[in-house]
């Protein structure tokens, strides 16, 4: 196999994105992240002892996995993906435009890359018979969650939301997110009534990471309690909510850390 240049790749990237308006938060906050995935794919990486050919393969994925998000950024200022699938665009745009030659000169990955990036955004991976695609696509899937958490605890609730945090924090958590919590699954987008319950099932992101390390990554930046804290709930049937929440979520972390 052909090695893979990250720091070239990274300098493409770059290059890329010169055709973006890095002023738009969104578009911003969307770099920021690509580089956080990537920083949170190396930690993976490095905990679970991986091969340096998965590493560098695992980098270049996390590099390129949202590429989409800045079309999509750019035409409608928005993340919903009902709109613009981002993960299909990135592969189209990779892959049947060829914009994968200025990333890595050797077509060895691609398929895996390909994989790893369409279903990056899925609720649930499908059954993948192929060790490499599914170490992989598992890999970039903890690596984005993992800097959702970080994005979610520091950023803007404003930029993220499009609405007052005063706004937010009045809501209600409905009852079937909650009850997803109970049950140790992720929420489906369809299942969000509120704004709360967008900002339960970021939190939920946890039920379906697949290392030890991704755990371990969680409990070292505090990031359950982090992204909970960020808001004063003010109905008591919402705190309510949010402690049984961060109660559920922690020990959860804490005994998948532990392996």
């Given at each position: 196999?052909?090695?893979?240049?990250?720091?070239?790749?990274?300098k493409?990237?770059?290059?890329?994105?010169?055709?973006?308006?890095?002023?738009?938060?969104?578009?911003?906050?969307?770099?920021?992240?690509?580089?956080?995935?990537?920083?949170?794919?190396?930690?993976?990486?490095?905990?679970?002892?991986?091969?340096?050919?998965?590493?560098?393969?695992?980098?270049?994925?996390?590099?390129?996995?949202?590429?989409?998000?800045?079309?999509?950024?750019k035409?409608?200022?928005?993340?919903?993906?009902?709109?613009?699938?981002?993960?299909?665009?990135?592969?189209?745009l990779?892959?049947?435009?060829?914009?994968i030659?200025?990333?890595?000169?050797?077509r060895?990955?691609?398929?895996?890359?390909?994989?790893?990036?369409?279903?990056?955004?899925?609720?649930?991976?499908p059954?993948?018979?192929?060790?490499?695609?599914?170490?992989?696509?598992?890999?970039?899937?903890?690596?984005?969650?993992?800097d959702?958490?970080?994005?979610?605890?520091?950023?803007?609730?404003?930029?993220?939301?499009?609405?007052?945090?005063?706004?937010?924090?009045?809501?209600?958590?409905?009852?079937?997110?909650?009850?997803?919590v109970?049950?140790?699954?992720?929420?489906?987008?369809?299942?969000?009534?509120?704004?709360?319950?967008m900002?339960?099932?970021?939190?939920?992101?946890?039920?379906?990471?697949?290392?030890?390390?991704?755990?371990?990554?969680?409990?070292?930046?505090?990031?359950?309690?982090r992204?909970?804290?960020?808001?004063?709930?003010?109905?008591?049937?919402?705190?309510?909510?949010?402690?049984?929440?961060?109660?559920i979520?922690?020990?959860?972390?804490?005994?998948?850390?532990?392996?």
């Amino acid at each position: 196999m052909a090695q893979i240049d990250i720091e070239h790749a990274k300098k493409e990237f770059d290059k890329y994105l010169r055709d973006f308006d890095l002023g738009n938060p969104k578009i911003l906050l969307k770099k920021v992240h690509t580089y956080g995935v990537v920083k949170a794919a190396d930690y993976i990486c490095t905990r679970e002892e991986l091969k340096p050919e998965d590493r560098d393969l695992a980098l270049l994925i996390a590099l390129l996995h949202d590429i989409g998000r800045f079309e999509q950024l750019k035409a409608y200022n928005s993340y919903d993906d009902n709109r613009f699938d981002h993960a299909r665009f990135g592969v189209k745009l990779l892959f049947e435009e060829g914009k994968i030659k200025d990333f890595i000169s050797c077509r060895d990955y691609d398929e895996v890359i390909r994989q790893a990036i369409a279903l990056h955004s899925v609720y649930r991976l499908p059954e993948i018979q192929d060790p490499g695609v599914l170490l992989h696509c598992r890999i970039i899937r903890d690596a984005d969650k993992l800097d959702n958490f970080r994005v979610k605890s520091v950023d803007s609730l404003e930029a993220h939301f499009d609405l007052p945090k005063e706004t937010i924090q009045k809501e209600t958590v409905s009852d079937n997110v909650l009850q997803a919590v109970r049950d140790h699954r992720c929420v489906r987008r369809e299942e969000r009534k509120t704004h709360l319950d967008m900002w339960i099932s970021y939190m939920a992101f946890i039920f379906d990471l697949n290392f030890p390390s991704s755990f371990c990554f969680i409990q070292e930046h505090d990031y359950i309690n982090r992204c909970i804290d960020r808001m004063d709930y003010s109905e008591k049937n919402t705190k309510d909510s949010m402690e049984e929440v961060r109660r559920i979520c922690l020990d959860y972390v804490q005994k998948k850390a532990e392996g």
